[in-house]
């Protein structure tokens, strides 16, 4: 093995939804280990606040507008994204919603909408890219899972039905394509500081900290909520040549959330 196996010199990559957050997070490892770097999100402003945050990062990036959710913007960005960069090495599907609702009083249209963005657009986009992967003899897929591929939680019902078939997807493409040199895993998250998780972060009116926060610190290890930084570092490895005989695996990265029962009460 050689430190070059972890290099993405020469590759291009794709990361959805990435005008911030964890897809902003990851793009941006990818292009200090020396991918080119394409994003997309739903809308021009959102992909101007992107191109504002590259900026001030000093990372060169192209952004597209694309609604992961819709076939013909996938297809159209895709064939747009091979135009200007020649291929897709690295695609990572990461744009993604969540909708924190008790499933009893969830609506049919919100179940299929977060069903629809965290599990359909993967499965659109990857469809999108992977005979340009075939083309070029390889290609590297990471889909965005989570602690619900495994663990079930009140109010995320949706959530939990998409992050889990998204496992399952990452398997099955990774079973399909393997042949073609595509190699196709998963990073689980644990509870990583982003404006997705805000919610579950403010401050009580008294000053004290969510309940959620106290009880995320207690079920995890590391005792911490994760960093987008966190993760740069397995991405870019499910990324680069140092994993072409992973395949089908989903990285949880996690703080060790999976592995424990949660800290006792004192
Ligand atoms: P986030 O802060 O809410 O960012 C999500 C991104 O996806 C935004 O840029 C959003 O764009 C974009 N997006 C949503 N729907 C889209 C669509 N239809 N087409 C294109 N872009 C779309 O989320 P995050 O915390 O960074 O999470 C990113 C991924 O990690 C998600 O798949 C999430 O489920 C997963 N994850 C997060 C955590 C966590 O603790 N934060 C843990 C595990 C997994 P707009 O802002 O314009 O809507
Ligand atoms: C929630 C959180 C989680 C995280 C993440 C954990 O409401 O439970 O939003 O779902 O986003 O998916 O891995």
Redesign the pocket.
């Known amino acids: 093995m050689e430190m070059k196996d972890f290099s993405l010199e020469g590759k291009v990559a794709w990361i959805t939804g990435a005008s911030y957050g964890i897809g902003f997070a990851i793009a941006s490892a990818f292009a200090t280990a020396g991918a080119k770097i394409c994003f997309n999100d739903i809308s021009q402003a959102a992909v101007d606040r992107g191109l504002a945050n590259y900026k001030e990062a000093g990372i060169e990036v192209k952004g597209y507008v694309c609604d992961v959710t819709n076939e013909e913007a996938v297809q159209a960005t895709t064939e747009q994204i091979i135009k200007d960069f020649g291929k897709i090495d690295i695609l990572v599907n990461n744009a993604g919603i ?1 909708k ?1 609702i008790p499933m009893c009083d969830m609506k049919a249209s919100e179940f299929r909408q977060v069903i629809d963005v965290d599990l359909n657009a993967p499965f659109i986009v990857s469809k999108a890219v992977i005979p340009n992967m075939i083309k070029n003899g390889h290609g590297k897929i990471i889909n965005i ?4 591929s495994e663990l079930g ?1 009140e ?2 019902s949706a ?2 039905a998409a ?1 889990g078939g998204l496992k399952m997807l990452t398997r099955n493409i990774a079973s399909e394509y393997g042949e073609y040199n595509i190699q196709c895993n998963g990073i ?5 500081e982003t404006p ?2 805000a919610p ?1 972060r403010e401050r009580q009116p008294d000053g004290s900290r969510h309940p959620f926060d106290q009880f995320i610190v207690s079920k995890t290890p590391a005792a911490r909520w994760g960093t987008t930084a966190d993760l740069q570092g397995p991405a870019v490895f499910l990324a680069s040549d140092a994993s072409n005989f992973v395949n089908g695996h989903i990285l949880y990265v ?1 703080g060790g959330i999976l592995a424990y029962i949660g800290k006792q009460p004192q």
């Open positions: 969540i924190r899972c989570s602690m619900m939680r109010t995320v959530y939990a992050k689980g998250p644990g509870y990583i997705q998780t579950l996690d």
